[in-house]
């Protein structure tokens, strides 16, 4: 089985398929480089979405978000082919440490094949929000 | 380059020219409603702002409020969360100046930040027989409420995008600052 770290990480053929905010000084791809330094940047009002699209997966037991401004959080998978029917999955209200980026895991139980994992920020603080890294 | 998007709330006494404002700006000067129209419902126009020497652009979704009290009751909801404000007054009408304390409040009331970018517009300057609103005090009153202050003459098509630029512009400087912001976190 592949460690939970790796799934969302473009090396591990994980892709971005949809962000509702663009900015090409900070791309939604950044979400995925593994790189700790690089952030996606929502570009003011909310929700914002972002979908990330894994390389085939059987089993999710944690996702692990980074974030700054984000206050009200949910997820949402998909397991058909193409990034559709989405289901709910879980919501998070988060804790907004003003000055660092905020480490939330959610602890989910994803069985089947969950392929598309479908994150909605649907409030946020200040109109713009950051998102460093999913695993 | 960027694109960002900002809710802008339009808001004022009732035929203070909020409209006529955003339908000028909209059509870069082209289109000046000549008969009034009374908004009963809440439009949003969406416009979009180059941001000099910054590749960045700015959509504003404009807001365009009505300014009846009982048309205003009824649209009060769809204010939540604004990233900008548009305060619009006459500048021959005392009442419709006093009455912007009241705007003020009820947009303020609708976002949790502490600090919203936003403009104060006296609009007719055409009509200067009639002025009854100074150039100064409501220079005054805007910036003791940290807006920043424009005259209008939307008939003369006077400074009439004036008012939006500033508010795209601070906006994109909101922006800015929470990026490096960010950037310090990491």
């Known amino acids: 089985m592949t460690r939970a770290g790796d799934l969302c990480l473009s090396s591990a053929g994980a892709r971005v398929s949809l962000a509702t905010s663009s900015d090409d000084r900070h791309p939604a791809e950044c979400i995925i480089d593994g790189n700790p330094e690089t952030f996606w940047t929502t570009t003011g009002m909310f929700p914002q979405e972002f979908i990330i699209s894994l390389n085939g997966l059987q089993k999710i037991g944690k996702i692990i978000i980074e974030s700054s401004s984000v206050r009200s959080l949910k997820i949402y998978t998909s397991a058909t082919k193409e990034p559709t029917d989405f289901e709910p999955c879980t919501d998070r209200e988060l804790e907004h440490v003003e000055g660092q980026f905020h480490t939330e895991e959610i602890t989910v139980s994803i069985t089947g094949r969950p392929i598309d994992l479908h994150f909605s920020i649907l409030q946020g603080l200040l109109w713009f929000a950051g998102i460093g890294a999913t695993m | ?186």
């Open chain 2, 1 to 186: 380059m960027g694109k960002l998007s900002a809710k802008c709330i339009v808001a004022g006494d009732s035929t203070v020219g909020k409209s006529t404002l955003i339908q000028l700006f909209r059509s870069d000067g082209s289109h000046f409603p000549k008969n009034y129209s009374l908004t009963t419902t809440m439009d949003v126009i969406t416009k979009t702002v180059q941001i000099p020497d910054s590749g960045d652009i700015v959509e504003l979704f404009l807001c365009d409020s009505p300014g009846k009290a009982m048309f205003y009751e009824m649209t009060e909801g769809l204010w939540d969360q604004p990233g900008a404000l548009c305060l619009v007054f006459d500048v021959t009408s005392e009442t419709s100046f006093s009455n912007c304390g009241r705007w003020l409040q009820r947009i303020k009331s609708k976002t949790t930040s502490p600090y919203l970018p936003g403009v104060l517009v006296g609009n007719k300057t055409d009509l200067s027989g009639r002025r009854a609103v100074e150039k100064i005090q409501a220079e005054e009153w805007a910036a003791s409420h940290g807006l920043e202050y424009f005259e209008t003459s939307a008939k003369e098509l006077e400074n009439f995008d004036q008012p939006f630029r500033a508010l795209a512009k601070s906006f994109h400087r909101l922006y800015q600052e929470r990026v490096e912001n960010f950037k310090s976190l990491l």
